[in-house]
C-alpha cells in the first residue's frame, strides 16, 4: 500500500479464479478490486472509533473497462477522494498495469456512511468528512 499525494494505492494479483472464458479478468473481478482498494483507504486513514461506528455501503458503481488485463499481470488500484453530500461520497479508482502503466478501468463509486448499530445513514464526524471528501 502507499498514499502518494491525494491517491491512495494497493497492489493486485490476478488469481487464477479471475479470468474468464475469454481468457481475461472478468469484470465483475475489477468492481471487486475497487472495493479492496475503498476499504484498505478506510482503513489506513479513518480513526479507530470511526472505523468501530461507520460503515460504508455502494449506493452506485460506474466503471469504464479501457484495457483487458492477463494473469501475471502486476496491477495496483489507485483511489481517490471526490465529493460529497451529506450521504453520499464520490470515489473515483483507475485499475492500472504496472508494467505499461496503462489503465485498465476507471471507476467512479458513490458510497453512503451507515451507522453499524441502526442500520441507517450516518452523518459522519468533520474529520471523516476532511479525510475522505473535497472541500465544496
Known amino acids: 500500500m502507499s498514499t502518494e499525494g491525494t491517491r491512495f494505492a494497493i497492489s ?58 492477463f494473469s501475471g499481470d502486476p496491477l495496483k488500484a489507485e483511489t481517490w477522494i471526490g465529493n460529497a453530500t451529506r450521504f453520499a461520497f464520490d470515489r473515483h479508482t483507475a485499475i492500472i498495469n ?4 496503462r489503465i485498465l478501468a476507471l471507476s467512479r463509486t458513490v458510497w453512503c456512511p451507515i451507522d453499524r448499530k441502526t442500520g441507517r445513514p450516518a452523518d459522519v464526524s468533520p474529520a471523516v468528512r476532511d479525510l475522505f471528501s473535497i472541500p465544496a
Open 98 to 101: 504496472v508494467s505499461s502503466s
Open 12 to 69: 493486485m494479483e490476478v488469481r487464477p479464479e479471475d479470468i474468464d472464458l475469454m481468457g481475461h479478468v472478468n469484470n465483475i473481478v475489477y468492481l471487486r478490486w475497487v472495493q479492496e482498494a475503498a476499504v484498505a483507504h478506510w482503513n489506513t486513514l479513518a480513526p479507530s472509533e470511526e472505523r468501530e461506528t461507520i460503515v460504508w455501503v455502494v449506493r452506485r458503481h460506474e466503471i469504464d473497462y479501457k484495457r483487458p488485463a
